[in-house]
């Protein structure tokens, strides 16, 4: 059998190119497409050990809001940091300051919310909320607002919203599997302390729809659900995915995975 020897030069290009691309600077966010029971999903894992999830609300010297998704990609890139990914956080209030818990960088701007049956608040009132927070040893998870509390950890970046979708792998007892309350929904999870999954549906779902997609396909034990009608996720080179632009308004929080310097 023949066999085509490649020039030297030629040779050594393809393993630069194979090597560089192997770097963790170079890797792709991994960001899918999921089907679940008839419905149509955007799933991104985001693994900790490689990405640095982030939280902004505030552009920080001038205290303004960012807003939205889009002026955060601006911002970052006149700084020179490209973004791989970005979602909406937690609820927050009709001055779109958040409503519960907000902790950027370590430092806490919003203090945990425990403020029970408010029906202003929404979602955030049907119980349990909870939260998701990044800690600086760089593990993730999702918990109870009770649970986070009498845990008394201090936070790197962590949001609260609600409600639960699932609790220690159960879905919350709230949610109806025949709920006509249809809306898009986007959701997270820690499927591991390292590895964080979010997810935003394609169309209108219900509460317990959503939550199995994170029990059932995702594999999630504790998952947190994160907004409704205005979600999106951001993928950079596939831009958005969640509900259509013109339901979206003004963001609080916007998690963020900026590629590395």
């Known amino acids: 059998m023949l066999r085509r020897v490649l020039p030297h030069g030629l040779l050594t290009l393809l393993l630069l190119v194979g090597v560089l691309g192997c770097t963790p600077g170079a890797r792709a966010l991994d960001s899918r497409e999921l089907a679940f029971e008839g419905q149509n999903y955007r799933v991104v894992h985001v693994n900790l050990k490689r990405e640095e999830l982030s ?3 505030r552009e920080p010297a001038s205290g303004q809001p960012f807003g939205s998704i889009e002026t955060l990609r601006q911002w970052g890139e006149q700084r020179g940091r490209r973004l791989l990914f970005a979602a909406n956080a937690g609820i927050y ?5 958040p409503l519960g818990l907000h902790v950027e960088n370590g430092k806490t701007v919003v203090p945990l919310n425990l403020a029970h049956g408010n029906p202003a608040s929404g979602n955030f009132s049907l119980l349990p909320n909870g939260v998701f927070a990044v800690y ?6 999702v918990r109870t607002s009770a649970a986070f509390k009498a845990e008394g950890r201090s936070a ?11 609790i220690d792998g159960k879905l919350n ?4 599997d025949d709920s006509a309350s249809m809306k898009w929904r986007s959701g997270v999870c820690a499927r591991t302390p390292t590895e964080v999954i979010f997810a935003v549906s394609e169309t209108p ?3 317990h729809a959503f ?3 994170f029990r059932d396909k995702l594999g999630c034990r504790d998952a947190l659900y994160l907004d409704g009608s205005i979600s999106q996720l951001y993928v950079d080179g596939e831009g958005y995915a969640g509900a259509p632009a013109f339901m979206v308004k003004p963001y609080a929080g916007i998690f963020a995975v900026f590629a590395k310097p």
């Open 55 to 57: 939280l902004h609300w």
């Open 205 to 207: 779902v219900n509460f």
């Open 93 to 97: 209030d009709h001055k779109f300051a």
């Open 136 to 141: 600086p040893d760089g593990h993730a998870a």
């Open 173 to 176: 007892e709230q949610f109806l």
């Open 211 to 213: 939550g199995r997609l």
């Open 156 to 166: 790197q970046w962590a949001t609260q919203s609600g409600p639960m979708l699932l």
